[in-house]
């Protein structure tokens, strides 16, 4: 299994992990973020290492796991959640680090359908005890609401066109593999002037961006991953406690793509508005050239931290 972490100088240099602190990574994927935090949190510092997808955590927990040096606490949830389990167990953390979307590892599984370049069924879930996977999505959802999830999460002005056709080809047999579905988007996009689908990525990029953030309901979690960010800043410069951050606590998220980062971007801007954090970051960073040239994945990532309070942190 293979994952390079992006923006991982980034994500040291301005999430200052320093020893004895707690860092709260909510997508550990295979630990490549936690594992440069752990040298730096060590002695004394607590790792929380958190996933849905319980092969990514078991990696992780593999290779990080408990040294004597730093406290290693694993937690399986949606980090929609992950907040209520650091609060049950006691938690607070002076860095968090949501490293949004799927790992490399994940993509490159045929099993998972993540992919429409490699064969393999409409899966996508990136939390297998979740109920609906993208090829129940394709059987059973009306053309509207198709029509809706690929307007709104892939962004895709073809919606209309290959709603209509899924549904058409869904009449005359089961759509369950990737390579079907990718095949039936590619129909509906031909037309002598759409070419090889618009800004020249694959016709199918888009619509399977959009299923897969509605079977994992990315945009829902990150709502609330955000609302739990701001509720405990907003204790925080009120004078109280956190319920799972700490006080000056750095925040951070990478983000891959417009939809996850326009939230982050605005909750933070209200946060620093309000006088509860501070942008660290001054803005979103990207990746150098050279980062990209050494990993492809990396070109679309951002990285925004704040710190929370409003003068120091
Ligand atoms: C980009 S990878 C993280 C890579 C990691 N930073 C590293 O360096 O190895 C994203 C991870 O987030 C997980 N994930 C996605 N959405 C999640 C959610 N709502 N709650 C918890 N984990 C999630 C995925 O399963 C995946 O392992």
Known sequence: MRHIPVLLEEVMRWLAPHPGQVYADCTTGLGGHAARVRDAVSPGGTLVLNDVDPGNLAHAKASLGDRGDVRVVVIR???????????????????????????????????????????????????????????????????????????????????????????????????????????????????????????????????FQALRIAVNDELGCLDALLHAVTVDAKSIAAGQSGMWLAEGARVGFITFHSLEDRPVKRAFRGLVD?????????GALVPTQAEIEANPRARSAKLRVIALGGRGG
């Open 274 to 282: 309000a006088g509860a954090a501070r942008d660290v970051t001054d």
């Open 77 to 207: 949830s949606n980090f929609a959640s992950l907040p209520r389990e650091m609060a049950r167990a006691g938690i607070k953390a002076d860095m968090v680090l949501a490293d949004l979307g799927f790992a490399s590892s994940q993509m490159d599984d045929a099993a998972r359908g993540l992919s429409f370049m490699r064969e393999g069924p409409l899966d996508m879930r990136l939390d297998p005890s979740l109920p609906i996977t993208a090829g129940d999505l394709i059987a059973s959802a009306s053309e509207a609401e198709l029509e809706r999830i690929i307007r709104e999460f892939g962004e895709d002005p073809m919606a209309r066109r290959i709603a209509r056709k899924i549904v058409r080809e869904r009449d005359a047999g089961p759509i369950s593999t990737t390579a079907r579905l990718a095949e039936v988007v590619r129909s509906a996009c031909a037309s002598p002037n759409r070419g090889a689908g618009s800004g020249g990525i694959h016709p199918a990029t888009r619509t």
